[in-house]
């Protein structure tokens, strides 16, 4: 007899001491439940979650009607594989391609594998681009990137504790200085098939590309024949005030990978090429058993269906711009504590001037989660409809915290 869902729930630091890898430094709380901007562990006491399963759970926790589409599409049919059509994925990539512009989607599981997709595309436009005088595959990246921890992404992230144990590495990855649009540009030469920059470094610690480099990256690719690949697994679908945050500096990339909050809690994720490389990619050059199926594709469909039926995108535009300036404030009354707030929209981390963990410790202690990130960064990733008095508890809570160390 299988047991109760409490006496599992009752046992379950045992069981992850007893049976799961311990590659995560996990807080000592059992979640249980969600709704909205709230979560419950497993002795009762909620917390206003503000890491949203890592820029996740975008409409929050249990949204009737991604719940509804969930359980609806779940006693259709949930599983075809890809040899097959499925009407949700036709309609999710025309969605999408509304959003991108013209182009074609390839459907997957997570961050990582799109952003895999993105590096196979270079592999594919550099062949193209070299023709008959040999191969072309370096790709310049930031530094401070993260792209995921598959072997093509973790050897775009260039830094030790994720690389660390994994070498030899994929080689064809260079590094430049984030927004160093010169350091980008010397690096670039005849081997070179594209450059891949995260809009904002997420894991990284917050730190946003700035327009004019964005636009230079576009007016470079350009000019040497290059791809421009934008990851934005964390900083895409609506988390910035635009469905995405290039759109912020009014550029187009040729190619973009998304997933996290695109499902809004369900696993997918996505590539998003446009018309100029969309053919690159033919029958049997790349895969997916599990991308796009009826399920993932119903719950990625409803989570675009409430950010345009709520208004979401205007909600974290308007929202964001007084919850920052509260952030700033803060940081500006305890300059022992904070060094600085950046990011934009619903994506914002708080750069402190020392070790971030004990301030996150003690942040969950007053029951706010959060994420950290970079050196010394929390993150702070409110759903994208949370409302002004929850982010206004956010910062009371932070403030909180600040005053009492």
């Not at 945050?245 to 990978?257: K, L, Q, T």
């Not at 919850?323 to 009354?333: P, S, Y």
Request: proline share 5%; net charge neutral; charged share 20%.
């Amino acid at each position: 007899m299988a047991e109760a869902p409490s006496m599992i729930r009752a046992g379950a630091a045992e069981l992850y001491d007893a049976h799961v890898l311990k590659n995560y430094p996990r807080a000592p709380v059992t979640i249980v439940r969600g709704s909205g901007s709230t979560v419950w562990d497993d002795q009762g006491r909620a917390y206003l979650d503000f890491s949203s399963g890592i820029a996740v759970s975008s409409l929050g926790h249990c949204h009737p009607k991604w719940v509804a589409a969930i359980r609806r599409q779940a006693g259709e049919l949930v599983h075809t594989s890809n040899l097959f059509r499925n009407p949700n994925q036709g309609e999710l990539a025309r969605r999408l391609v509304g959003y991108a512009g013209p182009g074609r989607v390839f459907f997957c599981n997570s961050g990582a594998e799109a952003d895999e997709a993105l590096i196979k595309l270079s592999r594919l436009h550099g062949v193209r681009k070299a023709g008959a005088e040999g191969r072309c595959f370096k790709v310049v990246c930031a530094k401070q990137a993260f792209h995921g921890r598959m072997f093509g992404g973790m050897s775009a992230t260039p830094r030790e504790r994720v690389q660390k144990g994994f070498r030899p590495l994929v080689p064809g990855f260079v590094f430049a200085d984030l927004n160093d649009l010169e350091g980008f540009a010397r690096l670039v030469d005849a081997d070179t098939a594209a450059i891949l920059v995260e809009t904002i470094q997420g894991d990284g610690g917050i730190n946003p590309c700035t327009a004019e480099f964005l636009v230079g990256l576009r007016r470079l690719c350009d000019e040497h024949n290059l791809l421009l690949l934008l990851d934005e697994v964390q900083c895409g679908a609506g988390r910035t005030g635009r469905f995405f945050a290039f759109e912020h500096a009014g550029v187009r990339p040729d190619a973009i990978a998304m997933a996290k909050g695109l499902g809004g809690g369900f696993p997918i994720g996505a590539m998003w090429v446009g018309e100029r490389a969309a053919d690159l990619f033919q029958p049997g050059s790349h895969g997916s058993t599990f991308g796009g199926t009826p399920l993932a594709c119903a719950a990625a469909l409803a989570v675009l269906d409430v950010i345009e039926a709520e208004g979401l995108l205007a909600h974290v535009a308007s929202e964001s711009a007084p919850w920052i300036r509260e952030l700033r404030q803060m940081a500006a009354e305890h300059p022992k504590h904070v060094l600085e707030v950046r990011g934009l929209g619903f994506l914002v981390g708080v750069q402190m001037a020392s070790d971030s963990a004990p301030y996150a410790a003690a942040l969950l202690e007053r029951g706010l989660l959060t994420a950290v990130a970079g050196v010394n960064v929390i993150r702070l990733l409110p759903p994208l409809n949370a409302s002004a008095a929850e982010l206004s508890r956010s910062v009371a809570i932070f403030w909180d915290v600040l005053t009492s160390r």
